[in-house]
């Protein structure tokens, strides 16, 4: 059984991330061949796409404090892989909004943005993005040393700023938590819970809580003192 284990090229963890961050385009492809699709299939693969986006944006920043909590070492090494898909996603969801939809009519999608604060969130969002998917890479963190840790910081005002572009593109009142809007609120306070946990001092308390924990369990193949 030990040998059957060490011969498996992936973990179960991994195996469920990647059937989860392809099955959105999986159910498109199978939604548009069974015509199981909405009256208006541009937005309904603009929403699908960046809520995936979203989700998988959650899934990357949650790999810490299971790290920090239940000393899983796991999901730091698919931390970087969520990130990457949910970029991905992102990119997708640019792509169908600035061709489906305005066919890439540059001077009419750059009016549309400025004028427009979800798309100004959103394509700021997007843009900070870029350059912490192109150095999630083993080389980059090499080359960049300290400064890649400072430039990847950069995810503490990426993630609220789709939260925000999220919010924005749904109809409802904020104050009086009217409409489309409890979902993105939702996402909002999951990653703002999450990015606080990631703090040091935070991190370092929560880290000690855990390690005393884990001290009162009993440990495995101890024998019961015997009186």
């Known amino acids: 059984m030990d040998a059957m284990k060490k011969k498996l090229p992936y973990t179960s963890l991994q195996i469920a991330m990647h059937l989860y961050a392809w099955s959105a ?3 498109l492809i199978f939604d548009f061949a069974t015509g199981n699709i909405s009256p208006n299939p541009i937005q309904d693969l603009e929403q699908r ?10 899934l990357s920043l949650l790999c ?11 999901p730091l090494k698919r931390r970087r892989a969520l990130g990457l898909y949910s970029f991905m996603y992102a990119m997708i969801h640019v792509i169908i909004f600035a061709d489906l939809d305005f066919g890439l009519a ?3 999608l750059i009016q549309e943005v400025v004028t427009k604060p979800r798309l100004v969130v ?4 997007f843009l900070l993005l870029i350059p912490l998917a192109i150095t999630s890479f083993d080389i980059w963190k090499k080359r960049l040393g300290k400064n890649w840790k400072r430039l990847h910081l950069a995810v503490y005002l990426i993630a609220p700023l789709v939260v925000l ?3 924005w ?14 979902k993105p609120m939702i996402y909002g306070l999951i990653i703002a819970i999450f990015l606080i ?6 991190r370092k308390a929560l880290s000690a809580f855990s390690s005393r924990m884990l001290a009162l369990l009993p440990k495995k193949n101890q024998q019961p003192e015997i009186r």
């Open 25 to 27: 385009i999986i159910l």
């Open 49 to 58: 796409t960046g809520r995936h986006a979203l989700v998988l944006l959650v």
């Open 64 to 74: 810490t404090p299971l790290n920090t909590i239940f000393r899983w070492s796991e």
């Open 106 to 108: 540059w001077s009419t």
């Open 122 to 125: 959103g394509t700021l969002a």
């Open 165 to 167: 572009h999220y919010l």
């Open 169 to 182: 593109s749904k109809k409802g009142d904020i104050l009086s938590l009217q409409g489309e809007i409890l």
């Open 197 to 202: 946990m990631r703090i040091p001092p935070i």
